[in-house]
Every structure is written in structure tokens, then in C-alpha cells.
């Protein structure tokens, strides 16, 4: 098989890459591994609104509930409110993604893109030492598809960054193991997601609860890998479960993890570009990669556009694409990565503190900025290392 540019990987990355470089008129195949695109879910689905609807129309039928803001706990129950226009870009909608990452795929394949599924990418095809293609197992039999381009979509454990030798691995610290069940309970607030924080609850990460409609919500758990092990986050979660609902029916279960490692240094390489949890591109402190998969899958797509049509796909001819995706995310994802290296080292006693301080503030039309410029106001001390950021 013979295209402009292989896609590998049909998450939402993926297949914004996919959609934007087909709908320009190239030659486009996305492969995909699993045989059912968006299944099983190894995400809280929650995203921001405004972002969301500035990239894709909101479809009632992949959004599975519309919040209201965000709770967050501190250890010793304190807690704030934020509402969702202010919370993030977490917060907003709660989405199916077994029906968005499918629509997203779709779309892609609705204007001209090639959709295998079942088709995994087993290594890159060279030709003169420089990457022409992916070779692949398609449905058990052996698939060839040479293209002068390849978009690296594949996920937190990306193999195609590592074949093109791209430097994506991570270290302990920087990754959060997840687990997650779906739970239904009749006292799960349906209005808002929640977070709860605290080093025994979740060290170096924190819970979620993100609502899904009708007594149904996403609750979570992301451990720092340097401070987990092997069966930690579920454990930790059955407490959680536990403690807070102890009557919940667990009828899913998944585990998964969320890179928090900030900006890589090169999400490039000759013939090859990487998106979305490939190249890192989640927010380190709250975990959340999907509006940042999708920004930088449509930049992608842009840039293949203009490198198939002048030839030039060498990583020089590729560096449009560091230079924007950058431009749009990169400071505020190294921003965020020092937040994380700062907040994973408080004690639960600090927790308290700063969300105790927060308590007699109105901080609901603030968001995460604002938030965080009045902590420090009202906690000098205890932030004083993060006062570069802050003004
Ligand atoms: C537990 C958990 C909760 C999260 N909650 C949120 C949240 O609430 N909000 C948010 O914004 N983000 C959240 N995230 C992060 C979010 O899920 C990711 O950032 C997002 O899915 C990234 O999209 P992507 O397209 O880059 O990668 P993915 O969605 O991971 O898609 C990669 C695709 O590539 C495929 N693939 C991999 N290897 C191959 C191969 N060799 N050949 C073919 N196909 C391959 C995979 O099967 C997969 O479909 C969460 C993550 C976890 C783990």
C-alpha cells in the first residue's frame, strides 16, 4: 500500500492529524490496533468546553454529562468550589469516548482517510537509513504501507517515537499510574467532578469523580509512578471506594498511564512527526491530554499538508510543527510541569493549609491562574518557591 502520510494510532490525536491532512487533499491511512476505536477507555473524558467547541461541533451523543464546576478536597475535608468556566480545561463536559473517539475517526474517514482497524504498526520501513513507511500486522496478515510520512498518534507507550530515535521515555516521576472503575451510586453528585488530594488517599496525584449522568461517574485514581508499585492505585481506589462509596457498583474497570513529564525535547525526527501523549503533550499537573492530542494532531496535519507538497520531510522540513505546537502549549505545559514538581512534595499538612486559606476567598470566577495568584498571597511562605510563576 502506497500513501502521503501513515497515521499510527486513531485516538483523538490521531484523527484531527488524519481529518486535517485528508480534508487537504492528501493520501492518508490511520491505523489502529484495536478492533474497536475508543475501546476500552483509559481516560476520565473530561474536557473543557470552549476549547472543545472551537475544534469539533458538540455532538449530544458523546456527551455524556454537562458539569457545573469542580469540588477540591483538601486531606482534612476542607473543601473549594470552582466553576466550570474557570476550572480548566478538565472540566466542562464529561464525554463518552467510545462514541467521541469513533466520531473523530469517522470524520477523518469522511473526508477521504483510510481507517484500518485491527492493524498494528510493528516497525518503521527505511529506505537509505530514513523512515518510508510502517510495517504492519493488519487482521494476522503481514502489511506494508509506504509513505514519505509518518504521524507518531500512538499513545503514553509510543513505539514510534522510539524507532525513529526520538528520546520519549519517561521517568518514574513523571508518569501517573491510573486506575479507574465506572461506579454507579445513588449519592454520586451528578452537577460536579470532584478532586481529593491527600498522601495517603493519592500520593504525588490525587482522586477524581467525574459524573457520566444518571448515578454513573468515572472515579479514579493517579499515583506518582515513583511513589507506586505494582497493584498500588487500585488498592488505593478500592479505599477510596470504601470510604466514600461504599454501596457503589463497579462495572468497569481500567488502568492506564498519563505522562506528566512536561515538554519534550524533540517530537521530530526525519519522516517522522509525534502527537499527543506520544510527544507528552498532557498537562502535567491535572493529567489531562485530550484537547492538546486533538490541537496538535490538526497542526500536524497542517504541516503535512505543506511538507508532502514541497518534499522537504526531513526533520528541518518538519520544524513548523515544534514551532507551533510549542507556540500554542509548551509554556503552558512546563509551567504546569513546575507546579507538579512543587505540589507533589507537600505534606498533607501544606494541603491543608493552602485549601484552607482559600475558604473565606470567592474564588469562583477565578481560574486556575487567579487561584493560584491568591494562594500565594495568602501563603507566601509555604509558595515562596514558585514566585516566578505566580507574578
Ligand atoms: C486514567 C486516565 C484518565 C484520564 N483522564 C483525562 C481527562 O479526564 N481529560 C483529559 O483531557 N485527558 C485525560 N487523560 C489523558 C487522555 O486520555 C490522553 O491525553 C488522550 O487520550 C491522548 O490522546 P492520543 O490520541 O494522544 O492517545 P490515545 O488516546 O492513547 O490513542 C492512541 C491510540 O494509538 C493506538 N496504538 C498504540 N500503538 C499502536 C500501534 N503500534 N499500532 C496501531 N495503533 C496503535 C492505541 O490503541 C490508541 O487507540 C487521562 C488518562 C488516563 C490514563
Redesign the pocket.
Known sequence: MKCDVVV???????SMAARTAAAAGLNVVM????QEIGDPV??????GKRVLCEMVKPDSQWIAAEVKGARIYAPDGTRVVMSEDRAGS?VGYVLERKIFDRALAMDAARVGAKVLVK???LELLRKNGVPCGVSAMHMGEPLQIEAPLIIG????ES?VGRWAGIDTALKPKDIHC?A?FLVQDSTIDDEYCEFFLGNNLAPGGYVWT?PKGDKLANV?IGVQGSKSGSGVPVRLLKEFMKSHFPNGRVVEIVA???PSSGVIESATADGVML????AHQ?DPIT?????N?MKAGIIAGEVAVKAVSNGNLSKAGLKEYEDRWRAEMGKHIARSFEYKEFFVKLTDNDLNQLIGSLKNEDISKMDLRGMLRMLFKLNPKLLWELRHLVV
Open positions: 499510527v494510532g486513531a485516538g483523538p490525536a490521531g491505523l489502529e490496533k484495536r483509559r481516560c476520565a473524558e473530561g474536557v478538565e492493524t498494528r504498526a498518534a500512538d499513545g503514553v513505539k491510573c479507574q467525574f479514579g492506564g498511564g498519563d502527537v499527543g501523549d506520544a498532557t493529567g489531562g491530554g485530550i484537547l492530542a
